[in-house]
């Protein structure tokens, strides 16, 4: 359904170019998930809203390929991508947005706002379309009566996604959408959102820098680091045997029932994105760093399915993209 191929956003900061995203690869199936993981900084928003192309107006550059059942809408002209896709085929739940809700409306008003604007639906309809969507995500129909204040942090995201889901998309693009709540409320919007996956088909890019969460959910895993997808592959093995030095790191710095009792940690701080390390931009912090990763960027290794960009994955058995 959607194809990444080597996207790059840079953003124009004082003078300076933030290399935010720098030739991501993706793709996400029908009806999948995929999860889209690194620490902070690394990218997650900027290439989620890449794909929905709501980025800030200070990108400097825009590249790559975005395609949507094969069209790419990364080159579309922006009006008709406004009008035929966004929100219509693709929505995002933002980072952060549990409290951008307007504290004057009521919430189904507000969720239910895109189908009057977009479709120029009635308001009657379009409360009535809001009542259906609030049932799916879990929500009493009534709530969408409420006033914000009214609503405690985990129905307000359960709106959230209420409103992502009003205009019945096919791939939504969820941007830490639990990170705010606590555990046991994060556990009911997994849930819900599992179900939302298995019952309507929904096609999922889930941005989180949780491991643990996104292994709940995600049918594939890409693990961003500095810019870049560092390894790619079915979650299943990237969780049980990961290749890259950074997410066998991330791994065993995520606290598990039956791990070790004292958590590993990655040494140093994520680099800077307007002066990335050169070759392998992990290698001041990796533990396995030789003299080539310092000078030499390593491509994408294709090793069981799994894509890996480190060079201890050189082979001549291994394909290279
Ligand atoms: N509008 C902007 N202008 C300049 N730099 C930006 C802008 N937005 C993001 N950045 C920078 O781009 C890089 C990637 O940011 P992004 O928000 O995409 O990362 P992230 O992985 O989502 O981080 P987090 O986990 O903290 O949400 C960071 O270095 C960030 O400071
Ligand atoms: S390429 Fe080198 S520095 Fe980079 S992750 Fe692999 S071993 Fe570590
Ligand atoms: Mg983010």
Known sequence: ???????????????????????????????????????????????????????????????????????????????????????????????????????????????????MVKEGVSKAEALNRARQVFRQVGLPPEYVDRYPHELSGGMKQRALVAMALIMQPKLIILDEPTSALDVSIQTQIMNMLKRLKREHGLSMIFITHDLALVSDIADEIAVMYAGKVVELG????????????????????????????????????PPSLTDPPTGCRFHPRCHRVFEKCVTEEPPCFVQDGVGVRCWLYQSDEAGKT
């Not at 199936?29 to 980025?55: D, F, H, N, P, Y």
């Not at 093995?237 to 950074?246: A, E, F, G, S, V």
């Open 1 to 115: 359904m959607l194809n990444v191929v080597n996207l790059v956003v840079y953003y124009g900061l004082g003078g300076k170019v933030v290399k935010a995203v720098d030739g991501v690869d993706f793709s996400v199936g029908e009806g999948e998930a995929l999860g889209l993981v690194g620490e902070s900084g690394c990218g997650k928003t900027s290439t989620g809203l890449a794909v929905i192309r709501m980025l800030p107006p200070n990108v400097v550059k825009l590249g790559g390929k975005i395609l949507f059942e094969g069209i790419d809408i990364l080159s579309m002209n922006p009006k008709d991508f406004a009008k035929e896709y966004q929100w219509r085929k693709i929505s995002m739940v933002f980072q952060g947005a549990m409290n951008s809700f307007n504290p004057v409306l009521r919430v189904g008003l507000q969720v239910a706002e895109p189908l």
């Open 234 to 269: 079915p979650s299943e093995k990237i969780l049980c045997t990961p290749l890259h030095p950074y997410s066998s790191k991330l791994l065993s710095s995520t606290p598990r029932l039956k791990g070790p009792r004292t958590l590993d940690y990655i040494p140093g701080a």
